[in-house]
């Protein structure tokens, strides 16, 4: 395995393969060289193609070879050679890996504070502020940039150490309204209304009044959360229902073409004996039926 493979540095980077600068021929000549070099550091492994040289400065030249090495598809052999002058010996200076155009390398360091996204934040971690966050000011320099927070600085005991600067404010005012709480979100184009109207909406304080305020509906999805004056959903306090039949349906028809005779009863004629009058025809009927059958 080779013993040179940490990531370039940018001494040891390989030149612009755009240069017009020329190395040394006596430099550019010595590929055998720095082939015996590359197979001397990987161990005796063979070494790939040739893949070419590039000037240095100081008089040195780099030549390349792909490396045949598992795991380090893409990556070449660097061998810087140089000499002290004109028809001196050619000496090997250093031999390393570099990663050539499609090696595959880890991305570049971020520090651990700048790797830190929204809600990686779990119960019990601490997040300190940097000193220097232009998101803060002393709570005295703004004073005068928010009426609603001289209104606290200004009460002794009662004043933050600091509070957000304009720049804090514009950067949580672009996230909140680019989030799911925004007037582009989802949610808010396909809703009746939006939540400036809705009773259940809770406006800020401060200098985010006009375009901020907290959803107070509990059956809401943003409940309890910061949403925008143009954010909505179906839950908004005057949303109305449309009770009505999908499906026309017409007035009530009376049909007045075929009239039901019935005798009336009067007031010195018994019920009983009505009753008896109005069998005795029926029983004629079916008399007279069955004798024609």
Do not use: K
Not at 71 to 76: K, Q, S, V
Not at 92 to 99: A, F
Not at 101 to 113: C, E, G, I, K, R
Not at 192 to 204: A, I, K, M
């Amino acid at each position: 395995m080779p013993t040179s493979n940490c990531p370039p540095s940018a001494d040891h980077a390989v030149a612009d393969p755009t240069s017009t600068a020329a190395p040394n021929p006596e430099l550019a000549a010595a590929v055998e060289v720095a082939r015996a070099a590359a197979i001397e550091e990987a161990g005796g492994e063979d070494v790939g193609a040739y893949v070419g040289v590039e000037p240095e400065s100081g008089g040195a030249a780099t030549h390349l070879f792909d490396a045949n090495v598992p795991g380090y598809r893409g990556w070449r052999w660097a061998v810087t050679v140089a000499h002290a002058g004109a028809g001196e010996a050619v000496t090997i200076s250093e031999v390393v890996l570099l990663p050539g155009p499609d090696a595959l390398t880890a991305p570049s360091w971020v520090p651990w504070q700048n790797r830190v996204q929204a809600g990686d934040l779990g119960v019990g971690d601490l997040l300190p502020t940097n000193p220097g966050d232009a998101r803060l000011v002393p709570a005295y320099q703004a004073e005068d940039d928010d009426e609603a927070v001289a209104e606290v600085a200004t009460d002794i005991g009662l004043g933050r150490v600091r509070v957000l600067s304009r720049l804090g404010r514009y950067d949580a005012a672009d996230r909140w309204q680019a989030g799911d709480f925004g007037p582009e979100s989802d949610m808010a184009r396909s809703a009746p209304d939006h939540c400036g109207t809705c009773g259940f909406y809770l406006s800020v304080a401060g200098s985010m009044r006009a375009a901020f305020g907290v959803c107070g509906n509990e059956f809401a999805p943003a409940d309890a959360r910061i949403v925008h004056v143009e954010y909505g959903c179906g839950a908004h306090s005057e949303v109305e229902l449309d009770t009505s039949s999908p499906v026309p349906v017409s007035e009530l028809v009376y049909d007045d073409t075929t009239l039901d005779v019935e005798p009336a009863l009067t007031a010195d004629e018994p019920v009983a004996e009505q009753a008896e009058e109005a069998e005795e025809p029926a029983a004629e009927a079916v008399a007279e039926t069955a004798t024609d059958e």
